[in-house]
């Protein structure tokens, strides 16, 4: 494989749809509509306790529902979306000569494109936490440099596993997941190369067994339910026949879609529920219909949100998920902080709350641009131009390799 060519493909960035249509961007824009719609989940399910810390019956509401599982559904979009990158790069490559440099650029990739940003908000609680935490809102300092260390080395879920306390979890408790994807990153390249064709076997069991695996503090924070389906989903949009299984009642059908949509985040928001108590084992069926959702948007073809301005919305949104993710626990403190030094912890009134909350979200999109205009995008690009230097170099020393051989057999 051209090493060019697959820089020019970046996982997540580039190619068509399932269905064969390209995007002047390079997405799959009903992919971006599920991605808006899990960092909106997320964003809810942190509000109770995070930000609201009195109680209300909608607060209560939220925190007894599984919007969690927005996180699910990220993994799931983030398994389709690299794998259908990965996989044809990586297809027929037998050489472990030709596999380093492929994965390397991949890994280039992604380090520019995660840790920088993810790194700054590991280090701005540390400060936080110091100079503006009368309330507490941000943890101790213990608890933020443990969490700092553990994101810094990847190891973030497997920290959270292990605490006794929830409450010493440190403000960035949420790079939990992001550790699980960058193990993820290292381990799919490796996975695709040297498993082959047995890969999808072991994607099948991996993701099977998330339906009868006990809930407990290790496998909530490994729950590879969603990566699973979601590469199992590239690797099946490489088949003519995925084109066939497109559900195109739903593309003139707009209350079918609605409903689906409404459907599905409905039983997102209430299989995981510990008080609902729907089933004991509820990563499987979470996974499994986080899957459905991305099947349906993979084909691009207005199944789950035909073009339009709320879609315009979404994908703006979706743009900025990574910056909303990072940011908007401390964001939430910070307003706790806030009001604590100037109200106390006196219970605000209905106009002070919706008040409370309007200057919350306006403060989460302020420094979330700021987030990704000045770290995100210059970043995400710097990684690009390595990735394009690194590419070119290993195609160079290829080709030297190439030319030298003749030369050696003829001495």
Not at 94 to 103: E, G, K, L, N
Not at 141 to 163: E, I, K, P
Not at 173 to 199: C, G, K
Request: aromatic share 12%.
């Amino acid at each position: 494989m051209n090493m060019l060519a697959a820089d020019r493909a970046p996982a997540g960035e580039a190619g068509t749809g399932a269905g064969g249509s390209a995007r002047a961007s390079g997405r799959i824009g009903e992919i971006e509509v599920l991605r808006a719609l899990a960092i909106l989940m997320v964003l809810v399910a942190h509000v109770p306790f995070n930000l609201v810390f009195w109680s209300t019956r909608l607060g209560d509401l939220i925190f007894q529902s599984s919007l969690w599982s927005g996180v699910d559904l990220f993994f799931a979009i983030s398994g389709f979306v690299i794998a259908r990158t990965l996989l044809p790069q990586l297809e027929g490559v037998r050489d472990i000569d030709r596999f380093v440099p492929i994965a390397t650029v991949f890994w280039i990739r992604r380090a520019w494109r995660l840790w920088p940003a993810a790194w700054f908000w590991l280090l701005a609680p540390l400060g936080l936490c110091l100079i503006f935490n009368r309330s507490g809102a941000y943890n101790s300092l213990r608890d933020n440099w443990s969490m700092t260390v553990a994101g810094f080395t990847n190891l973030a879920n497997f920290y959270l596993a292990h605490l006794k306390t929830p409450g010493d979890k440190g403000t960035a408790f949420v790079q939990w997941s992001l550790s699980l994807e960058e193990q993820f990153y290292i381990i799919l390249p490796f996975a695709i190369f040297f498993l082959r064709h047995r890969l999808r076997l072991v994607l099948l069991g991996l993701f099977a067994a998330t339906f009868f695996l006990p809930i407990n503090p290790v496998l909530l924070v490994i729950r590879v339910g969603g990566l699973c389906a979601g590469v199992l989903l590239a690797m099946a949009a490489r088949s003519p026949l995925y084109a066939m299984c497109a559900p195109v009642f739903l593309g003139t059908r707009r209350v079918a879609r609605i409903a689906l949509l409404v459907g599905v985040v409905a039983l997102l928001s209430s299989l995981g529920s510990m008080t609902l108590d729907i089933v004991p084992y509820f990563q499987g069926p979470i996974a499994a219909l986080s899957g459905v959702l991305v099947w349906v948007a993979s084909y691009d073809g207005g199944y789950l949100w035909p073009p339009g301005p709320v879609r315009r919305l979404a994908e703006l949104i979706a743009a900025r998920s990574y910056s909303l993710y990072l940011v908007h626990i401390p964001v939430y403190f910070a307003m706790h902080e806030l009001w604590y030094r100037i109200y106390d912890m006196a219970v605000p009134g209905r106009v002070q709350a919706v008040a409370y909350l309007a200057v919350t979200f306006l403060l989460l999109a302020i420094v979330t641009e700021m987030n990704y205009i000045s770290l995100e995008c210059p970043l995400r690009e710097h990684g690009r131009v390595a990735a394009r230097r690194f590419a070119r170099n290993a195609q160079a020393a290829i080709q030297d390799g190439i030319r030298a051989r003749p030369q050696a057999q003829d001495a």
